[in-house]
């Protein structure tokens, strides 16, 4: 558990170090040995907000104090912490101190400050979490897909899943599964999906994709709401991955199975898949 961590801890390290240089989400991961779209994933959940957040805070917090104790024109301190233009930057600046970077610089201005996150892991006592370690043949689904940005995309995709119930009948999928599959940096591809079975034909607006065989750790999500599903994915990334034992991550995705609608909402099941390998 604690090299996982301090793999996590060593990245937000070289972020601190590095908030003048641009920044690439799988250099960052790098350091902790993750994927990008795994890193992102545990950082979320470990930290409370997403990686993009975090280094638009810090930047935020320091070009605020150069703009308090240096003669420096904003076009500068916009170029020092990687803004292209200093429209975006005192965009982003008025956005987070809520004044202008004009104003920052007049005596007794109000500005924030948001400190260096320092992982630190507390025990308060056990929660329980239900898995089963299974292993799968390779299997096809086919789906619609949609790509979202890894800062936006607890917010975005339940969207992506109403516009898909508004579809009704004319929708080409039931939606037995949702699958996040990593395209790389801080995107990721969405499928609302179903199993594929040879010899069948292709809605023209869906895809296929091939899921290989593997080895899944499955939890088990009781309810059907969105924050239900999202709390049991927070607890998997930031209790259970930690202290996994004799296996690692593997691959590229995630899959979210929904059961069939049930009498009583709550009795509904939904299942989280996450590839392992073991080590």
């Known amino acids: 558990m604690q090299g996982k961590i301090e793999g996590i801890q060593e990245s937000i390290d070289f972020i601190e170090k590095n908030l003048t240089r641009e920044l690439d989400i799988e250099d960052i991961a790098s350091i902790a040995v993750l994927s990008p779209s795994y890193y992102q994933r545990i950082f979320g959940a470990l930290c409370g907000m997403t990686v993009g957040e975090y280094i638009r805070a810090r930047r935020m917090t320091l070009a605020a104090q150069d703009l308090s104790r240096e003669d420096v024109k904003v076009i500068d301190i916009a170029n020092r912490y990687c803004y292209d233009s200093p429209d975006s930057f005192a965009k982003t600046f008025q956005k987070f101190h809520g004044i202008t970077p004009s104003q920052a610089r007049e005596a007794g201005a109000s500005l924030k400050s948001f400190a260096p996150l320092h992982i630190k892991i507390t025990m308060e ?11 799968k043949s390779s299997f096809t689904i086919f789906g619609i897909r949609r790509r979202f940005n890894s800062d936006t995309s607890y917010q975005d995709i339940p969207k992506f899943w109403d516009e898909y119930k508004e579809m009704g009948a004319n929708c080409p999928v039931k939606g037995t599964f949702g699958i996040c599959v ?34 899944w750790a499955q939890f088990v999500c009781k309810g059907q709401s969105t924050n239900d599903l999202q709390n049991l994915n927070t607890r998997i990334w930031s209790e259970w991955l930690p202290s996994l034992k004799g296996y690692e991550l593997a691959g590229k995705y995630n899959i979210e199975v929904y059961g069939s609608s049930t009498d009583n909402p709550k009795d509904k099941e939904t299942y989280i898949w996450i590839p392992l390998r073991k080590i």
């Open 125 to 135: 006592g056990g929660t329980m979490l239900d898995y089963r370690i299974v292993e």
């Open 182 to 215: 990593d395209v790389g940096g801080k995107d990721s591809d969405y499928w609302i999906a179903d199993l594929y079975e040879p010899g069948n034909d292709i809605p023209e607006e869906c895809e296929t994709y091939q899921i290989p065989e593997s080895i």
